[in-house]
Nanobody
């Protein structure tokens, strides 16, 4: 069974930084795109950042210049470095991965989320 586990969330003051991590484990043949989403109370889940297997990245406009997504393929891990945090960044952050498991099935897998709270 493949699973994603996020860590690194917490409470931080506006202007501060946090680094989220997400580890994919289980019977994985290859991990393709890896992404971070977030969902604030009363809002729809939105894509924050995505990184391809070749490390091509893309970000939602609201985090460009503040957040950086990266990955370590050897560890099946994706990171989200969040700087200059704002109260509007408060949300549950979810990790997602498109991967091929050991049975050669392509799957989209989600983590359970980690809470990020930015105080003003």
């Amino acid at each position: 069974q493949v699973q994603l586990v996020e860590s690194g969330g917490g409470l931080v003051q506006a202007g501060g930084s946090l680094r989220l991590s997400c580890v994919a484990s289980g019977r994985i043949y290859r991990t393709n795109d890896m992404s971070w989403y977030r969902q604030a109370p009363g809002k729809q889940r939105e894509l924050v950042a995505i990184i391809t297997s070749r490390a091509i990245t893309n970000y939602v406009d609201s985090v460009k210049g503040r957040f950086t997504i990266s990955r370590d393929n050897a560890k099946n891990t994706v990171y989200l470095q969040m700087n200059s945090l704002k109260p509007e960044d408060t949300a549950v952050y979810y990790c997602s991965a498109n991967l091929i498991d050991s049975a050669m099935f392509t799957r989209d897998v989600w983590g359970k989320g980690t809470q990020v709270t930015v105080s003003s």
